[in-house]
C-alpha cells in the first residue's frame, strides 16, 4: 500500500521560510516523479513544483511561476523523502501542500491529473 505523508507545514511570518518534507513507503522511491502542489481556500489545487525521477545526471524540476527562485526541491532516495524548501514567504502561499507521485517519469509533472498517489497535505499558512 502506497502512503505518502507530509509534515513541516505551521504559521510564519510573510519573509520567513519553512521546509516541507513528504515521506514515502509502500513503493519503490527511486522510480516515482514527485510533485508538490497546494491549494487555497476557495481556490483550486495548483502546481508548485516538481521532480523526475532521478538519472545518472539528477532529476529534472520545474517549479510554478510564483515561486522561482525562492522554493527549492529535492529528494533523498535512500531515506524516501522529498522535500520543499520554501523561503521568502509571502501570504498567498497560504494554502494546504501536498505531495503526489507517479511510476517512472522522465520530465516533472506539473498538472494534477497525471498524477496518481496522494498525500493528505500539510497547512501552511503565512501572516503579513
Known amino acids: 500500500q502506497v502512503q505518502l505523508v507530509e509534515s513541516g507545514g505551521g504559521l510564519v511570518e510573510a519573509g520567513g521560510s519553512l521546509r516541507l518534507s513528504c515521506a514515502a513507503s509502500g513503493l519503490t522511491f527511486i522510480n516515482y516523479g514527485i510533485g508538490w502542489f497546494r491549494q487555497a481556500p476557495g481556490k483550486e489545487r495548483e502546481f508548485v513544483s516538481g521532480?523526475?525521477?532521478?538519472?545518472?545526471?539528477?532529476?529534472?524540476?520545474a517549479y510554478a511561476d510564483s515561486v522561482k527562485g525562492r522554493f527549492t526541491i529535492s529528494r533523498d532516495n535512500a531515506k524516501n523523502t522529498v522535500a520543499l524548501q520554501m523561503n521568502s514567504l509571502n501570504p498567498e502561499d497560504t494554502g494546504v501542500y501536498y505531495c503526489a507521485a507517479r511510476l517512472g517519469v522522465s520530465r516533472p509533472m506539473m498538472t494534477a491529473s497525471e498524477y496518481v498517489y496522494w498525500g493528505q497535505g500539510t497547512q501552511v499558512t503565512v501572516s503579513s
Open positions: 521532480m523526475s525521477i532521478n538519472s545518472w545526471s539528477g532529476g529534472r524540476t
